[in-house]
């Protein structure tokens, strides 16, 4: 039996819109019974390198997939739940106006039944950032080809080896990542993505977020390198005031970027804008925490940020 991309057996977490989603490290769960799946998704538009997927049976083995228009999964017989979770797509193509390129579009799934999803339990962290945060390069050394580096990306990235998905994991948090290469506060990056304070109330153009997450952290500045810095520290504000505008009652949480640049304007702007707002948006030092990595960590680069970030997360998080 066939069940639409809306079925109520089916849990999205993240930046999706109507089963797409451009934002790696968005989610979907669904719930079903029988001996097989086979979901259906929109290609079209997709080019090579596809964007590609993690696949999850009942919460095992992580199984590496290309996205493509059917893929079956055979299985036991009896209930099931399968995660995918967008893993790593090309960064230069269009992940943001149509026709979107980067795209992860669930249509539906065949199974022999459906069963209705579970609501979330956990307290959800949104992690709002760049490259880094998306997960660019863990695996450099997955190589497809020398002449364009762009193809390699699908295979070198990975949205669930970051610091943001490895510390939400550690304190039992669901995570929810925005993260696009080159984007910054005032720069737009990768893919015709805007900067950050355009693109934020968005999960790609004209398709509004509807997530709630109870805690939203912020690794903006890195690539606002060309902005002065009374230019940076006013859209870096804008942002705050934009997420607080979507989430009222979320907790921001705020870090020294991980590369150099605007590095001087903390903790000074979070500091300010307290001051200005009467909110207590907090702030995370992360200086040294990278010393001797590259501008794109490795997996195992992550793995030790995400252990530092879990011990500072704690001091603030509330489960």
Same mark, same amino acid.
């Given at each position: 039996?066939?069940?639409? /991309?809306?079925? /109520? ?5 993240g ?13 979907? #769960? ?13 290609? /079209?538009?997709?080019?090579?390198s596809a ?13 590496e ?5 059917? $893929?079956? $999964? ?7 739940? $399968? ?6 797509a090309?960064?230069?193509?269009h992940r943001?106006?149509? *026709? $979107? ?8 799934y ?10 979330g ?17 863990? %695996? ?17 990235? %990975? ?5 943001a998905?490895?510390s ?6 669901? *995570? ?16 015709a ?5 355009e693109?934020? *109330? ?11 997450? %109870?805690?939203?952290?912020i ?10 810095? *009374? ?26 970027p ?12 979070? #500091? ?12 995370? %030092? ?21 252990? /530092? ?11």
């Amino acid at each position: 039996m066939f069940f639409t /991309k809306e079925d /109520k057996s089916i849990r999205y977490v993240g930046r999706w819109y109507e089963g797409t989603a451009t934002a790696c490290g968005s989610f979907f #769960e669904i719930y079903f019974k029988g001996d097989y799946i086979k979901l259906h998704f929109d290609c /079209k538009y997709n080019r090579a390198s596809a964007p590609h997927i993690w696949l999850c049976l009942d919460d095992g083995t992580m199984t590496e997939s290309v996205t493509m228009p059917y $893929l079956r $999964l055979n299985t036991a017989e009896g209930e099931h739940k $399968l995660t995918v979770i967008y893993k790593g797509a090309v960064e230069m193509q269009h992940r943001w106006y149509q *026709p $979107l390129e980067g795209k992860v579009s669930l249509v539906g799934y065949e199974a022999d039944e459906a069963i209705e999803a579970p609501k979330g339990t956990k307290k959800v962290i949104e992690f709002v950032g760049d490259s880094i945060t998306e997960g660019v390069q863990v %695996d450099h050394e997955n190589t497809i080809t020398n002449e364009d580096p762009q193809p390699n990306r699908a295979y070198e990235d %990975d949205s669930t080896a970051t610091y943001a998905w490895r510390s939400a994991q550690a304190l039992g948090l669901e *995570p929810v990542i925005m993260g696009y290469g080159a984007v910054g506060v005032n720069v737009s990056g990768c893919g015709a993505v805007p900067k950050a304070t355009e693109a934020y *109330p968005y999960c790609f153009d004209g398709a509004p977020i509807s997530h709630h997450p %109870d805690y939203v952290f912020i690794n903006h500045g890195t690539n606002d390198h060309f902005s002065d810095k *009374p230019t940076y520290e006013r859209e870096y504000k804008r942002l705050i005031d934009i997420i607080f505008s979507h989430h009222p009652e979320a907790t921001v949480i705020c870090m020294k970027p991980f590369g150099s640049y605007h590095a001087d304007s903390f903790p000074c702007v979070v #500091e300010d804008y307290n001051r200005e707002t009467g909110r207590n948006v907090h702030y995370i %030092d992360t200086t040294g925490w990278n010393e001797g990595m590259t501008t794109h960590p490795t997996r195992e680069g992550h793995k030790i940020l995400g252990e /530092k970030m879990t011990e500072e997360l704690k001091k603030i998080i509330q489960n």
